[in-house]
């Protein structure tokens, strides 16, 4: 079955820490997608990737798709609290649906 | 300009009744979506409509009917509401179906008591 995993569930940490995230697939991904939801707010896309072994930055955070384009990453710098969010990554099997991982949420502490 | 919305934002009933939320998106997208957020923040696909046509029916009660009057509208109505049906329910959109990025409304906060 078509199914993702994203870990871990809880990040704390420090301001100023660096965060990461991790999505993990059994099956070969078509793209993954990111987004960001701020507490009581709805989903942001943040980035699309879709190469295998690709990178990409968005001034502090960092994008990974891995070369068997079965995982992916998202990596903050030095968190600051506007980071303060669940991020969730979406994975295409192929279909015309993303999948949305468990999510991982962030909270900072000052 | 609000892209994606949603309305009713709150919605609080009571069991066994029967309640509908309606979407609208001025992007001019193909494509829109619902989707249901439970406590524990799980995000699940419901329905997709392409061109106000359903392409996405994923394991949902049949009490759960979306319509479609035009592309630029999605609307989900709920028929005898149960207490598991208490959820953060999004509508979205995207310019095609597929891989497009998907554009979300606010959500409407569902609470059945």
């Known amino acids: 079955g078509q199914q993702v995993m994203q870990i871990p569930q809880y990040q704390h940490v420090q301001e100023g820490e660096d965060f990461t995230t991790y999505c993990n697939s059994s099956?070969?991904?078509?793209?993954i997608q990111w987004y960001k939801q701020r507490p009581g707010g709805h989903p942001v896309f943040l980035i699309q990737?879709?190469?295998?072994?690709e990178v990409k930055k968005q001034k502090r955070l960092t994008f990974q798709f891995g070369e068997a384009k079965k995982n992916s990453s998202l990596h903050i710098t030095a968190t600051q609290t506007t980071d303060v969010g669940t991020y969730f990554c979406?994975?295409?099997?192929?279909?015309?649906?993303?999948?949305f991982g468990t999510g991982t949420r962030l909270t900072i502490i000052p | 300009d609000t892209a994606v919305s949603q309305t009713p934002k709150y919605l609080v009933t009571q069991m066994g009744n029967d309640k509908s939320i309606k979407c609208e998106q001025n992007?001019?997208?193909?494509?829109m979506y619902w989707y249901k957020q439970d406590s524990k923040k799980f995000l699940k696909i419901m329905f997709s409509?392409?061109?106000?046509?359903?392409?996405i029916n994923e394991t949902v009660p049949n009490r759960f009917s979306p319509k479609s009057p035009d592309k630029a509208h999605l609307n989900l109505h709920i028929n005898s509401l149960e207490l598991g049906d208490s959820a953060v329910y999004f509508c979205?959109?995207?310019?095609?179906?597929?891989?497009?990025?998907?554009?979300f409304g606010p959500g409407t906060r569902l609470l059945v008591l």
């Open positions: 990737l879709v190469k295998s072994g």
């Open positions: 979406a994975p295409n099997f192929g279909n015309e649906k993303l999948t």
């Open positions: 979205a959109s995207s310019l095609r179906a597929g891989v497009e990025t998907q554009y």
């Open positions: 409509y392409n061109n106000k046509e359903l392409i």
């Open positions: 992007l001019g997208h193909d494509t």
């Open positions: 099956t070969t991904l078509s793209n």
